[in-house]
């Protein structure tokens, strides 16, 4: 496994959240680097399983050699059909660590980060096909703002859709370009942030984010068993609004669906109040500053 290919947020207390016992399955949704799965590997003992899912090639060549580990190189929208088929039925734990990774960020040809100049990629999955460059270059500017204000939450959405359209049809093919034109509608003093706004809304659209997390947190009602963990830190607030709504609703809406009677239709209740990391570990890794972790556990 290869060690600095990401340094794991929250790993202690996510892990914990779990309460790992004996004889009990696990699943680590996001995979990455491996570090929580390692951590979870070390408080499991011999009878126990962990189940780990990610798309991205590169986190594939980070898999951990225990025979009571198993990597599944599909993202954690297939969470039912792939236990299905190593015949599950339900598991003790599920942990999700929704942040990119340090490697994805600090590898240029993956397009992430506004920093390095790299192809417009930003694929969590290299074999699909949509990628940043196709959105910047061939989606409406309707669909840019929309996009720009859902998942950035940009006040300016239409301003900057407009001004990317207007450089067509000369092509915005890599992250500088981007960047260059991105500044003639940004502020000099937050142009940092605004861009990182913008960068997260392209990447959200080519992964689909917000429409596989949905999914994931539907199945995980169906995979946990009654008692079971749900460990999931996000970084951004569309992100953790779904989560504590999911978590507090069994929805993503403000109020709880209810049956014929009026009750509410609950499937979690939530373990202690939301986790932050401490000043030392933001101190150590910065890209921590952001993380939320809610824990809950399945009535």
Same mark, same amino acid.
């Given at each position: 496994?290869?060690?600095?290919?990401?340094?794991?947020?929250?790993?202690?207390?996510?892990?914990?959240?779990?309460?790992?016992?004996?004889?009990?399955?696990?699943?680590?949704?996001?995979?990455?680097?491996?570090?929580?799965?390692?951590?979870?590997?070390?408080?499991?003992?011999?009878?126990?399983?962990?189940?780990?899912?990610?798309?991205?090639?590169?986190?594939?060549?980070?898999?951990?050699?225990?025979?009571?580990?198993?990597?599944?190189?599909?993202?954690?929208?297939?969470?039912?059909?792939?236990?299905?088929?190593?015949?599950?039925?339900?598991?003790?734990?599920?942990?999700?660590?929704?942040?990119?990774?340090?490697?994805?960020?600090?590898?240029?040809?993956?397009?992430?980060?506004?920093?390095?100049?790299?192809?417009?990629?930003?694929?969590?999955?290299?074999?699909?096909?949509?990628?940043?460059?196709? #959105?910047? %270059?061939?989606?409406?500017?309707?669909?840019? &703002?929309?996009?720009? @204000?859902?998942?950035?939450? *940009?006040?300016?959405? =239409?301003?900057?859709?407009?001004?990317?359209?207007?450089?067509?049809?000369?092509?915005?093919?890599?992250?500088?370009?981007?960047?260059?034109?991105?500044?003639?509608?940004?502020?000099?003093?937050?142009?940092?942030?605004?861009?990182?706004?913008?960068?997260?809304?392209?990447?959200?659209?080519?992964?689909?984010?917000?429409?596989?997390?949905?999914?994931?947190?539907?199945?995980?009602?169906?995979?946990?068993?009654?008692?079971?963990?749900?460990?999931?830190?996000?970084?951004?607030?569309?992100?953790?609004?779904?989560?504590?709504?999911? #978590?507090? %609703?069994?929805?993503?809406?403000?109020?709880? &669906?209810?049956?014929? @009677?009026?009750?509410?239709? *609950?499937?979690?209740? =939530?373990?202690?109040?939301?986790?932050?990391?401490?000043?030392?570990?933001?101190?150590?890794?910065?890209?921590?500053?952001?993380?939320?972790?809610?824990?809950?556990?399945?009535?």
């Amino acid at each position: 496994m290869e060690t600095m290919y990401h340094r794991p947020v929250l790993l202690a207390a996510s892990v914990s959240g779990l309460n790992i016992c004996p004889a009990s399955v696990y699943i680590d949704a996001t995979f990455g680097g491996g570090g929580h799965s390692q951590e979870i590997l070390d408080n499991m003992d011999s009878q126990s399983k962990l189940f780990a899912f990610d798309h991205d090639q590169d986190a594939q060549r980070n898999a951990i050699d225990d025979s009571r580990f198993t990597l599944i190189p599909q993202n954690f929208g297939y969470l039912k059909r792939f236990m299905k088929f190593h015949k599950i039925d339900k598991v003790d734990g599920i942990l999700a660590d929704l942040g990119v990774s340090s490697h994805q960020f600090d590898t240029p040809d993956r397009g992430f980060s506004i920093r390095f100049d790299g192809p417009l990629d930003m694929r969590m999955n290299q074999q699909q096909e949509l990628t940043a460059k196709e #959105i910047v %270059n061939t989606f409406s500017e309707s669909a840019l &703002a929309d996009l720009l @204000f859902a998942y950035g939450e *940009l006040r300016n959405a =239409k301003k900057i859709a407009s001004l990317i359209v207007q450089h067509r049809p000369d092509e915005i093919a890599t992250t500088m370009q981007l960047n260059e034109v991105l500044r003639q509608v940004l502020p000099k003093e937050n142009d940092y942030k605004l861009m990182a706004k913008i960068y997260q809304s392209l990447r959200m659209e080519v992964n689909k984010e917000i429409e596989l997390l949905q999914s994931f947190l539907t199945q995980s009602k169906d995979v946990l068993k009654s008692g079971g963990r749900l460990s999931v830190i996000s970084y951004h607030s569309l992100e953790d609004r779904m989560v504590k709504r999911y #978590i507090q %609703n069994g929805n993503f809406d403000n109020e709880p &669906a209810k049956d014929d @009677f009026g009750n509410p239709t *609950l499937y979690f209740k =939530k373990c202690g109040g939301l986790v932050v990391p401490e000043k030392e570990e933001i101190k150590q890794n910065n890209r921590a500053r952001s993380a939320k972790l809610r824990i809950a556990q399945r009535l």
